[in-house]
Antibody, heavy 122, light 107 residues
Framework: QVQLVQSGTEVQKPGASVKLSCKAS????????LTWVRQAPGQGLQWMGG????????TYARQFQGRVTMTRDTSTSTVYMELSSLRSEDTAVYFC???????????????WGQGTLVTVSS | DIQMTQSPSSLSASVGDRVIITCRAS??????VNWYQQQPGKAPKVLIY???IVQSGVPPRFSGSGSGTDFALTISSLQAEDFATYYC?????????FGQGTRVDLK
């Protein structure tokens, strides 16, 4: 079945960087865009950006530009999201999700990875 | 960016109740709205996409409606496993944006 499996919990200090992974299985990796969404404790969902696994091209949300880098490794069907200059406000659960669509150009996020908790604390 | 405004932000209901959650977009978005359910500590799961299409495997008590700027998610008869947080999302243009969420808990 289609599945996204994310890397484990991270604890980082302010100013550091973190690199998360999301391994896809059950479908052709290069056919579907992959996105990253984060959720701060008790808060809603915030789209961070995404990557075309076939071309490696990326789109980032305005508020993360300059701090986020998304890459992929087609040999292992894995996408990565690196966030730098971490601050306490980056403490959140980070999800990857596949952009799924239909022939009418409508899109939705399915499935989602299980999430990775990142805690930023000195 | 397109703003998605959900209401209510929370509601208390009983098993068997009919529940309606609404979402308003800041501009017209055709039917480019999706609804997700999130259980505590879990990833969101899509219930409805393209405003009204029920995802495979989702119980038929869930339905979606609307187009343009106003959308609704209806749970016809709330079950115990439906107590969760629900989010609308627009994918009409980038960036995709979410509503702030509606928490449904037990009255």
């Amino acid at each position: 079945q289609v599945q996204l499996v994310q890397s484990g919990t991270e604890v980082q200090k302010p100013g550091a960087s973190v690199k998360l992974s999301c391994k896809a299985s059950g479908y052709t990796f290069t056919r579907f865009y992959l996105t990253w969404v984060r959720q701060a404790p008790g808060q809603g969902l915030q789209w961070m950006g995404g990557i075309n696994p076939n071309l490696g091209t990326t789109t980032y949300a305005r508020q993360f530009q300059g701090r986020v880098t998304m890459t992929r490794d087609t040999s292992t069907s894995t996408v990565y999201m690196e966030l730098s200059s971490l601050r306490s406000e980056d403490t959140a659960v980070y999800f990857c999700a596949r952009l799924t669509g239909d022939s009418d150009g409508l899109n939705w996020f399915d499935p989602w990875g299980q999430g990775t908790l990142v805690t930023v604390s000195s | 960016d397109i703003q998605m405004t959900q209401s209510p932000s929370s509601l208390s209901a009983s098993v068997g109740d009919r529940v309606i959650i609404t979402c308003r977009a800041s501009q017209g978005i055709d039917t480019n709205v999706n609804w997700y359910q999130q259980q505590p500590g879990k990833a969101p799961k899509v219930l409805i996409y393209a405003a009204s299409i029920v995802q495979s495997g989702v119980p038929p008590r869930f339905s979606g409606s609307g187009s343009g700027t106003d959308f609704a998610l209806t749970i016809s008869s709330l079950q115990a496993e439906d107590f969760a947080t629900y989010y609308c999302q627009q994918t009409y243009n980038s960036p995709p944006t979410f509503g702030q969420g509606t928490r449904v808990d037990l009255k």
